[in-house]
């Protein structure tokens, strides 16, 4: 009886575990984005984030959040028919995960004309030329390549 207790103990645990360490999002949200091309999923537009939670709880799959404000939503662990038979109202694209570096820090930047104040993805002359500063979220693809390669 006493081992009985002790498998409900740790279950109770592991719950409460599980609850604590996915920070406040679901266990079927994923944050991170995919690092290789069989991890990409399906990319659906016009998706809000309660529809994607309701259908990854019904379906159980895993999503990702891309743009909450322009309901922007990545699906994984599901085909592209039933996807777009549980969404009609969803454009669905497959996600891409490429593998060259899309920038390299050394090449890249633009020189302003004048001292005119900073308007847009570019490098004016007084600031430095680290695109992983206006860019932070290619990090997250490892898509910055650092000086020197």
């Known amino acids: 009886m006493k081992w009985i207790s002790k498998m409900a103990r740790m ?3 592991v719950v409460f ?3 604590f360490v996915s920070c406040g999002k ?3 949200e994923m944050m991170s984005a995919p690092k290789t091309q069989d991890q ?3 990319i659906a537009s016009c998706t809000t984030k309660a529809q994607a939670v309701a259908l990854s709880e019904s379906a159980g799959i895993k999503f990702r959040m891309i743009n909450e404000k322009r309901q922007i939503v990545e699906f994984y662990g599901i085909s592209p028919e039933d996807l777009a038979r549980k969404l009609p109202k969803s454009k669905l694209r ?3 995960v490429y593998k060259e570096k899309i920038i390299a820090l050394g090449d890249f930047g633009a020189q302003s004309v004048g ?3 900073f308007y847009g993805a570019h490098t ?3 600031r430095n030329e680290s695109s992983g500063r206006y860019f932070s979220h290619l990090g997250q693809i490892d898509a910055v390549m650092p000086h020197g390669e």
Request: hydrophobic share 40%.
């Open 40 to 42: 990409a999923g399906l």
């Open 11 to 13: 279950a109770i645990v």
């Open 124 to 126: 004016p002359k007084y």
């Open 94 to 96: 497959e996600n891409k």
């Open 115 to 117: 001292d005119y104040p």
């Open 26 to 28: 679901g266990i079927t």
């Open 17 to 19: 575990l599980f609850n």
